[in-house]
């Protein structure tokens, strides 16, 4: 069994998901930009639960690939 020292100190990947706030920080953008950005580029979009209280989660790897699309 790991120690509570041991739990801290491992190395943990990045999630496969990456949320709308997390884009935001990442592209120094607002909100509202990163929605019109993800739609047009076609990204996949994960929905957890309904209405205003749900959760949207973007696919890490789509992510990455559009940003290395725009690099020139």
């Known amino acids: 069994m790991k120690t509570k020292n041991q739990r801290k100190t491992e190395i943990k990947e990045p999630s496969p998901y990456i949320s709308p706030v997390e ?3 990442r592209w120094r953008c607002a909100r ?3 929605d019109r950005i993800a739609q ?3 990204m996949k ?3 957890l ?3 205003k209280s749900g959760i949207v989660r ?3 790897k789509e992510v990455e ?3 290395e699309s725009r690099l020139i």
């Open 65 to 67: 690939a559009y940003e």
């Open 49 to 51: 639960g309904e209405g």
């Open 23 to 25: 884009l935001v920080e």
């Open 58 to 60: 973007y696919l890490r």
């Open 40 to 42: 047009r580029a076609g």
């Open 45 to 47: 979009r994960l929905y």
């Open 32 to 34: 509202s930009s990163v």
